[in-house]
């Protein structure tokens, strides 16, 4: 009982310090989206990103570690694989990969006040149940990886709900990485699930965070038809990783 009520407070304190700190990146995003090139707007919104989430999670009480970010390589991008387990993948996947980069983002997002201009703006929108959409989604992503940016992308389509380590994987962001004939790195981040509950609502605890980054894969003479083949050796790579480390979530 004294445990849900702490949690229930520290989910209000969370959620009005995100608030706070949230203005003046807005503020900042919109500055250089109007005022200089998408390029600049990138490097910016990054940047920003990083900033307000090494400031903000540390006040939660989330720390974040980074290991493996020596897998980039200078003058390479990526599409980046990550689990996803729970909204707070959120502020620490985009902001964690080294380097300015788009990820998919519901279209619901957008109609957030304030924060979805935020997560919107280092974002490519899809509707999820829209085959089209996301069939035009595929020509955005790549048009990102040829500009030189990353792709930060959860290939379990959404949060893993399920009793197993990763969900079921979906064909895009192999599909999108053989196309662009770019490497993937996958990552894992540990420890968000026991941020939020399930299924409790307004209820949180602090724990710390881990975000891994794992050894490139290259796409190089791949074709659209080893999609599958390489889907399922990002998932078997990812799953073992994730067991071998089960001791952070």
Not at 141 to 154: I, N
Not at 205 to 215: A, I, M, S, Y
Request: aromatic residues 12%; charged residues 20%; hydrophobic residues 45%.
């Amino acid at each position: 009982m004294l445990k849900d009520i702490i949690a229930r407070i520290y989910f209000v304190y969370g959620m009005l310090l995100f608030a706070i700190t949230m203005l003046p990146v807005a503020l900042i995003i919109w500055i250089f989206r109007t005022f200089t090139s998408s390029r600049m707007a990138s490097i910016a919104i990054q940047r920003s990103f990083q900033i307000w989430m090494g400031i903000y999670m540390p006040m939660i009480l989330c720390p974040v570690k980074h290991r493996g970010r020596e897998n980039f390589r200078k003058g390479q991008n990526y599409v980046v694989t990550l689990n996803h387990n729970t909204l707070a993948d959120v502020p620490v996947s985009s902001p964690g990969i080294p380097g300015p980069n788009r990820t998919l983002a519901k279209v619901e997002m957008s109609k957030i006040p304030i924060f979805g201009y935020i997560y919107t703006s280092g974002s490519i929108l899809v509707t999820r149940q829209d085959a089209q959409s996301r069939k035009d989604s595929y020509p955005k992503m790549v048009e990102a990886l040829e500009q030189g940016l990353h792709l930060c992308l959860f290939p379990e389509g959404t949060r893993n709900k399920t009793s197993e380590p990763l969900a079921r994987f979906y064909d895009g962001a192999f599909k999108v990485a053989i196309m662009a004939q770019k490497p993937i790195i996958p990552g894992l981040i540990f420890g968000t699930k026991s941020i939020l509950h399930p299924t409790k609502k307004m209820w949180a605890w602090p724990h710390k965070v881990e975000f891994h980054f794992l050894p490139e894969l290259s796409t190089q003479g791949l074709t659209i038809n080893d999609t599958d083949a390489l889907k399922q050796k990002v998932f078997q790579i990812m799953r073992d990783y994730y067991m071998a480390h089960s001791e952070l979530v």
